[in-house]
C-alpha cells in the first residue's frame, strides 16, 4: 500500500512541478556543425510541428523517449539541422514500438522505438550513432553532450536551428540524493542516468525530451525530465533514460525488425 502511495505521490508531484519535458530547449548551447550529429531526428506531429528529438541508431529506427508518444499519427525527419529547410525525401511515417513497461516518466522506462516506413538513406547528411555498449561504465564528471532544437532561454522563443552543449555526467548517488531533498522529495525511477542541470548552468529545459546523451561518440541516454520550467541553473541534475539497460530489448526488436 505504501509502495503504491509513493508511486502516486511522485507522479502528483512530476507533474505538478512541470518535469515531463516536451518541447526542445538546449540552454547555454552554441549552433551545431552541420558535419556532425548527423544521427538527430525531429520527431514530429501529424501537422508537421516539431515534439521531441530523437536519434538514428539503425537505417531503419529512430530511439526516442515514450513519453514523446502522440495520439495521432506522427513522422521523424532526417538529415536537417535547420527545421525551417525539410523537405518530403527527409520525412518517414513511424510505427511506435513503446517499451511495454513505460506507464508514465515518474515510473521510468521512458524509452520508445520509432520503426520508419521505409530505410533510411544514409549519406553524408544521414548517420546512425552507435549505442554504448553494456559492459562500458560512464565515469563521474565525463564530458558528454547532448542537443536539440528550440529556445534557449527561460520563457523564450523556440530556435528551428540545432544547438548542442557539453554536460557533465552526475554521480548517480549523489543525483538520487539531491532529487530526494526537500522541498523535492523525489525518489528517481530506475535505470537512469544524470548529466548536466546541476553545478554547471548547461543543460536541457523542458525538453529535448527524447534527444540522446552522448559520451565519447556513443548515445548513453534518452533525455527524460528536469526539474520545473525554469531554465535557472543549477538546481537538480538532468535525468536521463540509461540506454545500457535496455540492450536487450532494443537489440531484440532491431532484429526481428518490429514491434
Given at each position: ?72 499519427s506522427m513522422s521523424v525527419v532526417l538529415g536537417t539541422h535547420n527545421l525551417k529547410k525539410v523537405d518530403d525525401s527527409m520525412r518517414y511515417n513511424v510505427t511506435r514500438c513503446k517499451h511495454p513497461s513505460y506507464v508514465s516518466v515518474s ?85 537512469v542516468i544524470c548529466a548536466g542541470g546541476y553545478g554547471t548552468k548547461n543543460g536541457f529545459c523542458q525538453g529535448d525530451s527524447g534527444g540522446p546523451l552522448v559520451c565519447d561518440r556513443k548515445a548513453v541516454g534518452v533525455v527524460s525530465f ?34
Amino acid at each position: 500500500m505504501m509502495h503504491a502511495l509513493q508511486k502516486f505521490l511522485l507522479f502528483h508531484l512530476l507533474m505538478c512541478l512541470g518535469l515531463q519535458a516536451l518541447g526542445s530547449d538546449i540552454i547555454n548551447g552554441k549552433k551545431a556543425n552541420e558535419k556532425l550529429m548527423l544521427y538527430m531526428a525531429s520527431v514530429q506531429n501529424n501537422k508537421g510541428h516539431h515534439v521531441c528529438g530523437g536519434f538514428l541508431i539503425d537505417e531503419s529506427f529512430v530511439l526516442t523517449a515514450a513519453h514523446c508518444d502522440e495520439k495521432n499519427s506522427m513522422s521523424v525527419v532526417l538529415g536537417t539541422h535547420n527545421l525551417k529547410k525539410v523537405d518530403d525525401s527527409m520525412r518517414y511515417n513511424v510505427t511506435r514500438c513503446k517499451h511495454p513497461s513505460y506507464v508514465s516518466v515518474s515510473k521510468g522506462d521512458d524509452i520508445m522505438l520509432l520503426k520508419l516506413s521505409k530505410k533510411a538513406q544514409l549519406n553524408k547528411r544521414v548517420k546512425p550513432v552507435p549505442l554504448i555498449k553494456a559492459e562500458i561504465k560512464i565515469k563521474e564528471k565525463a564530458k558528454c553532450h547532448v542537443a536539440g532544437w528550440g529556445s534557449t532561454e527561460t520563457g523564450g522563443k523556440t530556435d528551428n536551428v540545432l544547438r548542442d552543449v557539453d554536460v557533465p555526467i552526475v554521480n548517480l548517488e549523489d543525483c538520487k540524493k539531491e532529487w530526494a531533498q526537500p522541498p523535492n522529495g523525489v525518489n528517481l525511477p530506475a535505470n537512469v542516468i544524470c548529466a548536466g542541470g546541476y553545478g554547471t548552468k548547461n543543460g536541457f529545459c523542458q525538453g529535448d525530451s527524447g534527444g540522446p546523451l552522448v559520451c565519447d561518440r556513443k548515445a548513453v541516454g534518452v533525455v527524460s525530465f528536469n526539474m520545473r520550467k525554469n531554465c535557472d541553473y543549477p538546481n537538480v541534475p538532468n535525468v536521463y533514460t540509461n540506454i545500457s539497460k535496455y540492450l536487450p530489448w532494443i537489440k531484440k526488436i532491431l532484429k526481428q525488425k518490429k514491434c
